[in-house]
C-alpha cells in the first residue's frame, strides 16, 4: 500500500527520512509543497482549499489504487482537507488516515501566530521544536525559513471550519503526551469520521519523533501495525 504523507509547518519532502526508513514495506511518497524543498522557487500556498485542490490534481490519477495518508502538525490538517476534497470528488478515499500532533480541525485556532512580531514568533516556534540548533544559529536561515512557516501557519489559522457530513474512514490519532492538545481537543476528530477514532499517546511533546529514536521506532511500528489493520 502506498502511504502519502505530508510535510509539517516549514517541512519539504525530506521531513521524514527518517521515520520511511523505518517503515519497512511501506512506500512512503512524501509530497512536497510549494514554496520549500524541489519546489522552492514557486510561491508558497496560504489557503487551505487551495492547497487541497493543489494536492489532489497532482495525486487523483492514484486513487483507484489502495493508499492511506500520514501527517504531522500541518501535515495531518493538509490531509484531512485532502480527504474532503476526494470526497467531494466521489473518489476513494485513503483506506486509513493516520493523523499526529494536530488538534481537530473544529477546534478554534488560539492568538493566530502568522501574525506576530518576529521575535514572538520564533520564540513560539522554540517551544514547539523541531527545528535544528545550526538552522537557528544562521540568521540567513531564519530569515528564508521564517516566512515560509508564517505562510504555512496562515492556512491553518485563516480555515474556518464547517460542519460536514463525517467521513467513513479509519483513522488514528497519535500525540505527544506534553504537547498543547487536550484530549476534548483529540476526541473532537471523532466528529469527522463515522468510524471510532484510535488515540495513541508519545511520552515526548509536539515533535516527539523528532530527536528521539525510540520514540522514532514506536511511530513507526504503530504506522505499520495501523496499515496492517
Same mark, same amino acid.
Given at each position: ?10 517541512g519539504n519532502?525530506?521531513c521524514?527520512?527518517e ?17 520549500r ?6 510561491p508558497?500556498?496560504s489557503?487551505? !482549499? =487551495?492547497m ?15 493508499y ?17 476534497k ?7 478515499l ?6 499526529s500532533g494536530?488538534?481537530a ?8 501566530k ?6 514572538r ?5 522554540? =517551544?514547539?521544536g ?10 540567513e ?8 512557516i508564517?505562510?504555512d ?38 466528529? =469527522? ?12 511533546g ?6 528521539? !529514536? ?5 511511530l513507526a ?7 496492517a489493520?
Open positions: 500500500m502506498e502511504l502519502f504523507a505530508f510535510p509539517f509547518a516549514g519532502e525530506h521524514y527520512r521515520l520511511g526508513n523505518s517503515l519497512t514495506g511501506i512506500r512512503l511518497n512524501v509530497l512536497p509543497l510549494p514554496g524543498g524541489s519546489l522552492m522557487s514557486r508558497c500556498i489557503c487551505s !482549499e =487551495e487541497a485542490d493543489y494536492l489532489f490534481e497532482r495525486i487523483k490519477d492514484s486513487l483507484q489504487r489502495p492511506a495518508f500520514f501527517g504531522h502538525s500541518m501535515g495531518a490538517f493538509i490531509a484531512y482537507m485532502l480527504c474532503r476526494i470526497d467531494s470528488e466521489n473518489m476513494p485513503p483506506k486509513k488516515l493516520i493523523l494536530r488538534r480541525p473544529s477546534v478554534i485556532e488560539d492568538e493566530p502568522h501574525k506576530m512580531p518576529s521575535q514568533f520564533r520564540q513560539v516556534l522554540r =517551544e514547539l523541531g527545528i535544528p540548533d545550526a538552522v537557528w544559529r544562521d540568521e536561515i531564519m530569515s528564508l525559513f521564517e516566512p515560509i508564517r505562510s501557519f496562515q492556512m491553518i489559522e485563516t480555515y474556518c471550519h464547517q460542519k460536514q457530513n463525517a467521513l467513513d474512514i479509519p483513522v488514528h490519532l497519535f500525540l505527544g503526551r506534553y504537547d498543547n492538545v487536550s484530549d476534548e481537543q483529540a476526541l473532537a476528530w471523532q466528529l =469527522e469520521t463515522l468510524q471510532p477514532i484510535d488515540i495513541t499517546y508519545f511520552d515526548g509536539h515533535f516527539y519523533f523528532k530527536d528521539d !529514536e525510540f520514540l522514532l521506532k514506536q511500528k504503530k504506522i505499520i501495525d495501523a496499515l489493520g
